[in-house]
Every structure is written in C-alpha cells, then in structure tokens.
C-alpha cells in the first residue's frame, strides 16, 4: 500500500500531544462492510452500509475499491453516469483512473492522488482505467466518498480539484509510529490541500505494529474511522477493528486508535482513513446517483438527466464549468 510515504518519518512535524484534559471519543458502533461489485464490475466494500444517516452526516456513501490484482484484459471501470447534488472525493492508492465528464474536465489520478469533483447542480461522468493498464493489468486499489451539499449549494457550478500526492500534508506522531497523510481540512493545526464546500477532515493514518495514534478532533465534527488493512483498536476503550470495519465514535475532542503488535504478513501494519464533518443537519433524498433533500427534487433530477441537461457526450465545455 503506497500512497504517499517517506524515507524517515522522524524528520516530519509532528503531531502534538492531546492535553490530557480532552474528552476521549467513545466507539458507538463497529459495522462490517459488505462486499459487492460497482460500474462494470469491479469488486467494492461499501464501508458505510448499515450504518445510519445521522451518525454519518455531512457524509453519504462510501466505497473501498479493490483491492485487486488484475490480470492483463481484466480492469474495469464505470459507464457513462449522472450526478447531482453533492461531491465525490476519489482517492487511489494504488493503480490508476482515468475520469473525464461531460463539461470537459477530466484527468488521470493515480498512487497516492486525489480527484475532487463538485457535481452540484448536475454533470455526465465516466470512470475507467487507462488503455496501458487493461492490456498490462495490475493492482488497483482506491476509495470514491461522497460528501453531501447543503440545499444552498445543490445547483451550484461543477468544479475539479485534482489533488497530486505531493501536496498532501505529511505528519508524524510524537515517538514516528505512525504517518499521517491529511487529504482535507485541519489535523492538529496541519491543513490539507483540498478544499470544502462543506467542512470535514480526511486523513490516511499507516500505523506500525504496536504503535498508538491520539488526535485531537473537532467537538462539533463527526468522527468515523476505516480499516483498509490491518488489525488494531480503536477508542480509549480498545474495540478490536480489523479490515472492512467501521467505527463511529460518539463525541468528544479526541480520537484514539492503535495497531496490534502482531498483524498478517499481507497486512504489515494497520491503515486507515480517519474521517469526520460538521453536520448538515438537512433532509436527504437520495436515489442512485442523486442526493437532494426533497423527492421533488428528485424528480427533477432524474428529469433533467433524461432530458439531456446534465450535459452530453462527447463533452461539451460548459459556461458555468470551474477547475481548480
């Protein structure tokens, strides 16, 4: 699992120590995700399944892709689709996408990169891997989550942030047992590159075996961690997570998970994402790819959709398309 690493840690700001008046997180819930398959095929975790709405707000949906070892014909991707409504953060760690919509943005992400795609008011996106890598195959290993809009900024103008692994902010814990890789929003006074209509914080923690990781986190934020890979606890009361688990945590100002001393041979040590966001607090009414908050709405996505509003293809530049 690459994504983005260095040669010594120890040479990174580190994050400091949790005052120890902070109020522990306690671990409200730990959910298994199932196992399905996306776009054309490819095999996905839903990591949020089970899980209900208002512990997950401002989030929606979110899906570990892979991780696969393609064989050379193999790698899929999706079709041409719609969405409405909300954003959609796509992150690989390994492999590569290419993505291109129908207001002509588009690009190539790849280990480590992040593609930020504000869908507001309504665009045509496709998803596939790049033509050198479905004749070579390879490993192909990413996660898409979708981060809902408040109704004040459900139409607002598509918009790409194509965010490279270099510009990811790079933190290690007080004693270098643990890399910490902030995607978004602020960790202990550390911001990430990508920027939020709605505020959150995305982080990939790689946490050694034995080692213990305490943030401090936003009382006002949700906060949920995702087991990639890996075994460990998570909260002061150390709930055992191991791979495809998701812990919600209650509230509080600080967060705490650790690796297990012993882990797998094909899991060295514990990764996970650390996610959370103020809540919007706004009814949801979200079908397939739309997420509004009234079933009007709804319809009238799924109108302007079939009615060829959302764009065309071959793409079309559009007048209100902004990319960053």
Do not use: C
Not at 245 to 270: C, H, K, M, N, Y
């Amino acid at each position: 699992m690459p994504a983005v690493s260095v040669d010594n840690i120890l040479v990174l700001p580190r994050v400091p120590q949790v005052p120890a008046t902070a109020t522990d997180r306690k671990v409200v819930s730990v959910t298994t995700a199932p196992s399905g398959f996306e776009g054309e095929g490819f095999p996905v975790r839903r990591a949020f399944a089970g899980v209900d709405m208002s512990q997950l707000d401002p989030f929606i949906h979110m899906d570990q892709m892979g991780e696969v070892e393609y064989a050379p014909g193999e790698p899929k991707g999706t079709a041409w689709h719609p969405h409405r409504g909300f954003e959609t953060v796509t992150y690989m760690i390994d492999g590569t996408m290419r993505h291109q919509d129908s207001n002509g943005g588009g690009g190539v992400i790849s280990d480590g990169d992040t593609q930020w795609m504000t869908a507001g008011g309504g665009l045509l996106h496709i998803e596939a891997p790049p033509e050198e890598l479905v004749m070579s195959g390879g490993l192909f290993h990413g996660f898409q989550l979708w981060v809902n809009l408040p109704a004040r900024m459900k139409m607002t103008a598509p918009r790409y942030q194509d965010i490279n692994r270099g510009d990811v902010s790079l933190l290690s814990t007080q004693d270098g047992g643990a890399l910490l890789r902030v995607i978004a929003g602020d960790v202990a006074g550390h911001s990430g590159p990508g920027i939020t209509h709605t505020p959150i914080a995305l982080l990939h923690a790689t946490v050694s075996p034995g080692a213990e990781v305490r943030l401090p986190w936003r009382p006002d934020f949700n906060a949920l961690v995702y087991v990639m890979s890996g075994s460990g606890t998570v909260g002061s009361d150390r709930r055992p997570v191991r791979t495809g688990q998701l812990a919600v945590f209650g509230s509080g100002d600080a967060i705490t998970l650790a690796a297990d001393q012993a882990q797998e041979s094909r899991s060295p040590q514990l990764d996970v994402l650390v996610l959370g966001g103020l809540p919007i607090r706004e009814p949801v009414a979200a079908y397939g790819p739309f997420v509004m908050n009234t079933r009007q709405e709804l319809l009238q996505a799924f109108e302007d959709y079939q009615a060829g509003r959302l764009g065309s293809i071959p793409a079309q530049p559009h007048p209100g398309h902004d990319v960053l």
